[in-house]
């Protein structure tokens, strides 16, 4: 495993690679890998001849106020777990080789970023797409990975390769959980013990969620309301958002048609988590 | 020559000359062509072993009530003249190849395009970003040619090139000029006689400057009154901005110094020209 900060040598090492013909898989990150990270590895490492992740902490997806600072770090034990995955190329730049002093350019996604998360993390997402961009360019994979936990992301990240014609596929894996439901996150280790027994209440809404739509349920009010009434029986538990969308342009619904994503938004404590479902109704 | 339209061909036959180990320069145009455009083509020709030309106007980059209907269009003479040239591939897509009917992704500079043309055309440079971005994803050229005369576009577009991390490099080459010295421009054909005589007086009032400046004058407030003078002396003729800024963030100054850009947009009855000088000062 090569592990370089340095843009003009991975490019190198890229470019060489791709002249033994390689085939690119890319896994960008923000480290404190977790085995929901290590699924989209895994997978590179199967379908592509030469895998590079990234760990950078983006500072431009972070609003003021946001946990950038108390962001998990977690150098070597991610090195460790990357050089047992097998992958070629760890690239971790420094924040001054991603963004240079006076940085002026940014990627921007004007529809399907306004909803959702983006409603209430102004400016994430353009800093998302920017880093993204960036990435792409610097590693110009064949193939990008990334999770369903950040659906909306994926999503938007979809939209920014075909209208900026990026020459690469993305595929958005399966979110990984605990065995009791819980969605991995790096953000998982801010919880305290009794704030991660609570945070199951998520998943536990998402499941009823599920089962009322299997038992014909087609308004979404209703099961915004049940899934409500499930979060809120844990104290110290704030919602900042259950929407039931679209899963192609996340736009609300009056009547669930499908597919649907049921998403959500929780503050458990201090700590803001979120979960989500797609479900593929029938009719 | 090959001529294409089609987004994949054209990666194709691009990726095929590099896989032949050609080094790839690219003129993005909106077609309507001039020595000013052909003088980057020839220098592409001379730099470059496979050489791209892409022909699209761009609707992004007009704001209503601008000249995108009426802007000239002359594919066959375009053809011919690039033909001639001996460029290798011609890319003139249609738009709706271009910009999908829900496109909401957009690249944007948000410092050097604040000024000059960026304060009257809003939007402008966001379009010519984002079709700049596409353009570079598709071609992923080695080199890009843009003309001096669009001075703060090409500034933005190295902007665009080093914070995104395209993998290219820019060069900007300089104003042709009619020998009558008005500034080639594809917008010169909308000129009436009369107006096209009128015109003369943007590059009078350029070299004035620039005289006034070698003779030691460091006030751009008189600099700029002097231009004026010159430009208002024509009747039907309404001036857009006369700046005089820092080359390199375009930075209005209280006092010349090295180097500066003097740049004017100016309406000759309906047609709105642009012009401009770079001045080493010394001192």
Chains 1, 2 share one sequence.
Do not use: W
């Not at 791709?18 to 898989?25: A, D, I, S, T, Y």
């Not at 969620?209 to 308004?219: D, F, P, T, W, Y």
């Amino acid at each position: 495993m090569i592990v370089s900060g340095n843009i003009s040598k991975v490019r190198k090492v890229i470019k060489e690679a791709k002249r033994r013909n390689k085939l690119v898989g890319f896994v960008p990150t923000m480290g404190a890998l977790h085995a929901g990270h290590m699924s989209l590895v895994k997978r590179a490492k199967k379908e592509c001849s030469f895998v590079v992740v990234s760990i950078f902490l983006n500072p431009t997806q972070f609003g003021p106020g946001q946990d950038l600072r108390r962001y998990p770090k977690c150098f070597a034990k991610d090195t460790h777990l990357l050089r047992r995955a097998g992958i070629d190329l760890l690239f971790y730049p420094r924040q001054e080789a991603m963004y240079q002093r006076n940085h002026s350019v940014y990627v921007q996604e004007d529809s399907l970023s306004k909803g959702l998360c983006g409603k209430f993390r102004p400016g994430h997402f353009r800093g998302v797409c920017t880093v993204v961009g960036k990435l792409f360019n610097i590693v110009e994979p064949d193939i990008a990975y990334f999770g369903q936990k950040d659906y909306q992301q994926a999503l938007i990240l979809k939209r920014l390769v075909r209208d900026l014609n990026f020459s690469l596929k993305i595929k958005i894996l399966p979110i990984i959980r605990e065995k009791d439901k819980l969605a991995l996150s790096s953000r998982n280790s801010y919880l305290s013990p009794g704030e991660r027994t609570d945070a199951l209440s998520l998943y536990s809404s998402l499941r009823e969620a599920k089962s009322l739509i299997k038992k014909g349920e087609r308004n979404p009010r209703k099961i915004i309301n049940e899934m409500k009434r499930i979060i809120l029986s844990k104290k110290g538990v704030k919602i900042e958002y259950i929407k039931i969308v679209d899963a192609q342009n996340l736009k609300e619904l009056d009547k669930i048609r499908a597919p649907v994503l049921i998403a959500l938004a929780v503050y458990i404590g201090k700590t803001r988590l979120i979960d989500n479902v797609i479900i593929n109704v029938k009719g």
